[in-house]
């Protein structure tokens, strides 16, 4: 009888740390094998992720302390990027990366303020509201889209670009690759770049 107990209680130490070792080896063979199987779960290849991690890293690490370890800032964006690209439920991210579910609604809205403050020192945001206005105003009026402030994305677009605009050798390159473009970034309704 005691030997159950004594084996209960050291089963209840070694299985969180055998998943944790398990989940930090996933994560390394993820990234180093397959890249591009990483790109596809959080829609960013591994060096934009560290560059992230890097600078967001002093923003949203805590301390362990004497009661228990703190959720790494890796794993707080990992969960974060995981929830944004999928829109999964705080139930799917509880399981597939082993963090409570109170935890993890703490931790998405910390990691986007940091992820925003990084970003405020690369990307134009307005900075009261008469230009969120402006922009608002510019976007329903040019392009029929209320409500719509700019865009971010990455992906490959039809581009048309308006009358005596652009190069001759642009042109061309669009339409010797089918008209589509690939690019990330954010457009003002002025089809300025912001980034």
């Known amino acids: 009888m005691d030997r159950k107990k004594i084996i209960r209680k050291y089963t209840k130490l070694l299985i969180p740390l055998l998943v944790e070792e398990l989940n930090e080896l996933l994560e390394k063979e993820q990234q180093v094998e397959d890249p591009d199987e990483f790109r596809m779960l959080l829609r960013m290849d591994v060096q934009h992720f560290d560059t992230l991690l890097e600078n967001i890293t002093p923003l949203i690490q805590r301390q362990d302390t004497v009661m228990r370890e703190a959720i790494t800032a890796k794993t707080k964006l990992q969960v974060a990027l995981c929830y944004l690209v999928t829109g999964a439920s705080y139930r799917y991210l509880q399981a597939f990366y082993r963090v409570s579910r109170a935890a993890i609604s703490s931790l998405i809205p910390e990691v986007m303020d940091a992820i925003f403050t990084y970003l405020e020192t690369i990307l134009k945001v307005p900075q009261n509201n ?27 677009v039809i581009i048309q670009a308006p009358p005596n605009c652009g190069t001759r050798t642009a042109r061309e390159l669009r339409d010797k690759y089918a008209e589509f473009f690939s690019g990330a970034g954010a457009v003002s309704w002025q089809n300025r770049m912001i980034s």
């Not at 230009?131 to 490959?156: M, Q, V, Y």
């Open 130 to 156: 008469e230009e969120w206005k402006e922009i608002e105003l510019g976007s329903r009026t040019r392009w029929n889209f209320p409500g719509c402030h700019s865009a971010i994305d990455g992906k490959h």
